[in-house]
């Protein structure tokens, strides 16, 4: 592989990676929320929340820049992140 090859292979991974991270985050935002609600801690919930949010807005942002096999990998767990959030109210 050339080195350029290899450079664009290992951004493609790291931009993979940083979306697989933002979906944890998300989910763990939105556990979060859920917690500081159910203890009536509006302002923590509310926070919480819009974390969830800035992860989903990240992932939208980002995504259509990996190849499609990873996109739709990174749709699924998308998709399960908007899902969590849905719930919240």
Do not use: W
């Not at 290992?10 to 556990?31: H, K, M």
């Amino acid at each position: 592989m050339t080195d350029f090859a290899e450079l664009i292979e290992r951004s493609i991974q790291n931009l993979a990676n940083f979306l697989n991270t933002e979906a944890d985050l998300g989910t763990t935002f939105v556990r979060s929320a859920k917690y500081y609600q159910q203890e009536g801690n509006i302002e923590h919930y509310e926070i919480s929340k819009l974390n969830a949010l800035t992860a989903l807005e990240a992932i939208d942002h980002y995504k259509v820049q990996l190849p499609q096999n990873l996109r739709m990998e990174i749709e699924t767990r998308r998709s399960e992140l908007a899902q969590a959030i849905s719930t919240l109210k």
